[in-house]
């Protein structure tokens, strides 16, 4: 099983950044995919998941309305298109793979988001 999750960079305040994360291992198309983050010192946070067909998505309150989760199912990848970014939004995002019913979960390595002047 492998979740490798790229895109992250330097970028300015208000700018964007595509993160993707490539599954291989599992049956992708059935794992609902989330993705959280960590900030320096601060504990790992949910930010956003969209359920496994792509039917329904959900973000934290932090970042509606400025973050959205998708997925392309036939080529094994979400993504998290991140705008109007802010100094907060600086983390390690990872992405997370979880089918429910089973109770199993896969983690990627994260990729690095730093929002800075």
């Known amino acids: 099983v492998q979740l490798v999750a790229s895109g992250g960079g330097l970028v300015q305040p208000g700018g964007s950044l595509r993160l993707s994360c490539a599954a291989s291992?599992?049956?992708?198309?059935?794992?609902?995919m989330s993705w959280y983050r960590q900030a320096p010192g601060k504990e790992r946070e949910w930010v956003a998941t969209?359920?496994?067909?792509?039917?329904?998505?959900n973000y934290a309150d932090s970042v509606k309305g400025r973050f959205t989760i998708s997925r392309d199912n036939a080529k094994n990848t979400v993504f998290l298109q991140m705008n109007s970014l802010k100094p907060e939004d600086t983390a390690v995002y990872y992405c997370?793979?979880?089918?429910?019913?089973?109770?199993?979960?896969?983690w990627g390595k994260g990729t690095l988001v730093t929002v800075s002047l």
């Open positions: 969209i359920t496994s067909a792509g039917g329904n998505t």
């Open positions: 997370k793979a979880l089918w429910l019913r089973l109770g199993v979960a896969y």
């Open positions: 291992g599992f049956p992708f198309s059935t794992y609902d």
